[in-house]
Nanobody, 121 residues
Framework: QVQLVESGGGLVQPGGSLRLSCAAS????????MGWYRQAPGKQRELVAR???????STADSVKGRFTISRDNAKNTVYLQMNSLKPEDTAVYYC???????????????WGQGTLVTVSS
């Protein structure tokens, strides 16, 4: 089994910053893409940012210029630096990874349990 554990969420004022981390552990042969999604109450889960194994990134238009995704392959960890936070960024943020547990196995999607980010005065 592979586990993804997010950390770094909490309460922050508008304009503030947070840094989210997500570490993958367990039986891991390799990890392809990693990403961050978020889900606000009453809304569908949406993609925030993705990063390939080689470090190429993509971000949603709503967070472009404010959020930055990065990864440390040696630590099997992906990060999300969140700056200039707005109330509409309030959501549960989920970590995602495409994980291969052995060379004979296909890549599978793994998800963390989520970390709550609340942006409020």
């Amino acid at each position: 089994q592979v586990q993804l554990v997010e950390s770094g969420g909490g309460l922050v004022q508008p304009g503030g910053s947070l840094r989210l981390s997500c570490a993958a552990s367990g039986s891991i042969f390799s990890i392809n893409g990693m990403g961050w999604y978020r889900q606000a109450p009453g809304k569908q889960r949406e993609l925030v940012a993705r990063i390939t194994s080689g470090g190429s990134t993509s971000t949603a238009d709503s967070v472009k210029g404010r959020f930055t995704i990065s990864r440390d392959n040696a630590k099997n960890t992906v990060y999300l630096q969140m700056n200039s936070l707005k109330p509409e960024d309030t959501a549960v943020y989920y970590c995602n990874a495409e994980v291969k547990r052995a060379w004979t196995m296909p890549y599978r999607e793994a998800w963390g349990q989520g970390t709550l980010v609340t942006v409020s005065s």
